[in-house]
């Protein structure tokens, strides 16, 4: 396809009387010279539309089957599920509504023969309209494949050039539980806002957590008590206020004028954590809550749903704060953090590889030590010990992301292990040689993203020969990459 005469050829045969059915069958194909959203060239569908014309073709017309060999070929080559999902069905359409096509079901046997096991594509439109979910039906006669801890990338990272490799904590290293972890937040907040906040006794009859309830890209109108679904294009697809779905007419009446700016303003606060799951769950069920029990509460009849809002994020914060959480995952950590065997081994290996190794998390010395230990193997109080420590060449803790990598005033302070957790200054941390830094501990606390790049020493050329691994995806992935220029991984 790279060649412009051979592309030339492609179009001459896409111009053709026996093609028109498969056009008109792939509405919407690009102009010659356009390009599809993804990259693709618009070659590809025009082939989509000339192998579907040929597979409704009549067995006594002449069917090429090395041009569907070739579009196999080319739908290989650029890797795309969407395009190849549309093209099985639309192709698969034409087969079924025409039984005398014998001789296009052989050839199109080494396009479907890849696809088998798949029992849901997602269909591309070249005019970028939402993506829309289809299913596949009578093609597949295989069961859906599991996952079974397959690594699935969409870029190619040549890791010759990488010298240092930080990662995240929570979320990250330590994957928790949902049904144990999360409920732990909306328990201990519920029960601050009745405490602490004026709330009545009854929120806490209200449903307990669910965690298949909401996902990451949530956006929450805190103004109005919604949580909206967007697409990339900012247009609202869903709507909740509380837990009341809102109709397409009142969507569109919210927020259809609104733009990228708009929901960027202090008024929206993105679910970007899993940390943020329980907050959203909780906002919901307490705006359905004072809707239908603001008169009947005189507490609530001044919360306004940003009060709300503001409520529930200062009793979550004030749970991971007094040891409501932590407390109760230091007591048995194998209750709320999954065990994740392969992670020490993969600690080890890029370790061995001469790069170096660094932990950067905003959890504090007491919970990191406990929860390293877990995943080190030593969950028990009385097995807990530093040998987690050699997995890494640096260890800072409550960095306090994403201020750690813009604010280059904040103090670094070292941590003593060994003396119950000790803070002493470092003034000199960055006028002293990293390896005499080191020398006395690698642990610190605080800090800023000059004393990580300073202490992984000075052969690292900072930014393009680090990488980031996190789960937050502005504070790890986002800021990391524009501020700093560090490859970044979710």
Same mark, same amino acid.
């Given at each position: ?155 190619? !990272? $040549?890791? *010759?050039?990488?010298? /240092?490799?930080? +990662?995240?904590?929570?979320? &990250? %290293? ?83 004028? !609104? $733009?990228? *700016?708009?929901?960027? /303003?202090?008024? +929206?606060?993105?679910?970007? &954590? %899993? ?83 660094? !932990? ?99 052969? !690292? ?30």
């Amino acid at each position: 396809l790279a060649n412009k005469r051979q592309e030339r050829s492609w179009h001459r045969r896409a111009r053709g009387p026996s093609v028109m059915k498969g056009l008109a069958a792939a509405r919407g194909f690009p102009r010659r010279g356009q390009r599809l959203h993804s990259g693709i060239p618009a070659t590809v569908p025009i082939l989509l539309a000339y192998a579907a014309a040929s597979a409704s073709a009549a067995p006594s017309q002449h069917v090429n089957r090395g041009h569907l060999r070739s579009f196999a070929e080319t739908g290989a080559a650029f890797a795309c599920p969407p395009l190849a999902g549309s093209l099985m069905n639309r192709m698969q359409t034409l087969l079924r509504s025409d039984a005398r096509c014998k001789a296009p079901r052989k050839a199109l046997a080494p396009l479907l023969a890849p696809m088998r096991g798949v029992r849901t594509f997602h269909t591309m439109s070249v005019d970028q309209e939402a993506t829309e979910s289809m299913a596949v039906d009578g093609m597949m006669d295989e069961p859906s494949k599991q996952y079974a801890g397959e690594i699935l990338c969409n870029r190619a !990272l $040549n890791m *010759k050039r990488i010298k /240092a490799i930080g +990662f995240d904590m929570d979320y &990250t %290293l330590a994957q928790y539980i949902p049904e144990t972890f999360e409920i732990l937040a909306h328990r201990g907040a519920m029960e601050k806002l009745v405490k602490h906040m004026g709330y009545p006794k009854e929120i806490l009859n209200l449903p307990d957590y669910n965690p298949t309830s909401y996902q990451r890209g949530l956006i929450i109108d805190k103004a109005r008590g919604n949580i909206i679904k967007m697409d990339r294009h900012m247009y609202c697809k869903i709507a909740f206020h509380g837990t009341t779905p809102l109709a397409k007419g009142e969507r569109s009446n919210l927020y259809a004028s !609104l $733009n990228q *700016k708009d929901y960027s /303003a202090g008024k +929206f606060a993105n679910i970007d &954590t %899993l940390f943020s799951l329980p907050d959203a769950f909780m906002f919901a069920h307490l705006v359905t809550f004072v809707d239908e029990n603001r008169e009947t509460y005189e507490q609530l009849q001044s919360k306004s749903y940003e009060q709300i809002y503001k409520d529930v994020r200062k009793a979550v914060d004030l749970c991971h704060r007094d040891g409501v959480i932590k407390d109760r995952v230091a007591e048995d950590p194998g209750k709320y953090i999954q065990s994740e065997p392969g992670i020490i081994q993969m600690l080890k290996r890029y370790k061995s590889s001469g790069r170096k190794v660094f !932990l950067l998390t905003n959890s504090l010395w007491d919970y990191t030590n406990v929860v390293m230990n877990h995943i080190n193997g030593n969950s028990k109080l009385e097995d807990r010990n530093l040998d987690w420590l050699d997995l890494f060449d640096l260890v800072i803790v409550g960095a306090c992301k994403p201020s750690f990598l813009e604010d280059e005033y904040l103090s670094l302070f070292r941590i003593h292990p060994n003396d119950g957790g000790r803070l002493s200054n470092m003034d000199n941390a960055l006028f002293d040689p990293p390896e005499v830094s080191l020398a006395s501990g690698k642990v610190f606390q605080g800090g800023n993203y000059q004393h990580l790049h300073y202490l992984l020493g000075p052969t !690292l050329v900072a930014g393009e020969q680090l990488i980031y691994v996190g789960d937050h995806m502005f504070s790890d992935v986002i800021r990391g990459k524009r501020s700093l220029g560090w490859g970044t991984a979710l």
